[in-house]
């Protein structure tokens, strides 16, 4: 089979098609055939080596997929040969026509769902999904900033609070991405490129602030979020490319709580209620992940380069 392998870490470039052996399903595992992978931020951080997690090398990158079950080990008691399903983690890495995955890690995936848009699953609406619901304990009623939320998780995020209840205020760096946070659900969306976006949001608010924020840029947000949060307001830290100085007084004045927050950390108890959740909305169609782009299994140097350009919009996957 064809497989994405990472030699040493580096740039995008250390990525290289290869010619690698056909995975087999030991007990309580199942192989996937793939039909699209989702490529996210963190498995950038991977390769590069930046990331506090390392695999050992050579490895295939790629936690997030979807596809067809193409065998199955023993004691595997909730699929079978053909199902169509999608997958948050992987033994032997997604990156590649076949993959190894725990049954734990693998959930069905709709009829009226494109296999693209499973893989858009894993990482973006697990991490959206855990900050509002299992950090923040977001509520209806509240009243949401989504930074960056053109992007696959900020995508998420906008349409798993608007279906729950609660004001969003989005932000997007191009009219493009702007566009598309509000056609997602967006009550108020603004340009945090803009000197003025963090007395827009405040006015939106009526002078209040908002309750919780996903932060997807902390090193170069986070001083402006707690100026615009409010008493007791919720920040997760979701991304972050840098280090900064703050001032604790800034939310010790609010009541104010800082989470941060790693989907790895997650248990299989976590994942099970998160995905029990996200299926039900794709059943129903609350959730309709957005698709950015598509690269060919071989084309991953320029997957990884582009999911790490600013003006992110929707998910950006790879297509064995």
């Not at 100085?245 to 099970?272: C, H, W």
């Amino acid at each position: 089979m064809k497989s994405i392998r990472v030699e040493q870490f580096g740039g995008p470039e250390v990525m290289k098609v290869q010619d690698t052996a056909d995975t087999r399903a030991d007990q309580g595992q199942l192989v996937v055939r793939m039909k699209a992978v989702g490529v996210n931020p963190v498995d950038a951080y991977i390769r590069a080596g930046t990331y506090p997690r390392k695999p050992n090398l050579p490895y295939t990158p790629g936690a997030d997929g979807a596809g067809l079950v193409e065998s199955i080990g023993a004691n595997v008691k909730r699929f079978k040969p053909g199902d169509r399903v999608y997958v948050v983690g992987s033994i032997t890495g997604t990156y590649a026509e076949l993959a190894v995955c725990p049954e734990s890690r693998v959930f069905p995936l709709p009829p009226k769902i494109s296999f693209a848009q499973g893989a858009a699953m894993g990482v973006p609406y697990g991490t959206a999904y855990r900050a509002l619901f299992q950090k923040a304990n977001a509520k209806p009623g509240e009243t949401l900033l989504v930074h960056g939320a053109s992007g696959g998780v900020g995508t998420a995020a906008v349409q798993l609070a608007r279906a729950f209840g609660m004001t969003v205020i989005g932000t997007g760096g191009t009219d493009k991405g702007r566009s598309l946070v509000a056609e997602q659900g967006a009550h108020h969306v603004f340009d945090h490129k803009a000197t003025d976006y963090t007395e827009k949001v405040m006015a939106a608010t009526n002078g209040r602030g908002v309750d919780v924020i996903t932060e997807m840029l902390a090193n170069v947000n986070l001083p402006k979020d707690f100026a615009m949060l409010a008493q007791w307001g919720r920040i997760v830290v979701i991304g972050n490319r840098g280090t900064l100085e703050i001032n604790p007084r800034d939310f010790m004045s609010k009541d104010g709580t800082v989470f941060g927050m790693t989907l790895f950390s997650a248990t299989d108890q976590d994942l099970y209620l998160i995905h029990s959740a996200l299926g039900a909305g794709l059943e129903n169609g609350t959730l309709r992940p957005v698709i950015g782009r598509e690269f060919p299994l071989g084309d991953a140097v320029q997957a990884h380069q582009a999911v790490m350009e600013p003006g992110s919009y929707g998910k950006i996957v790879l297509v064995p």
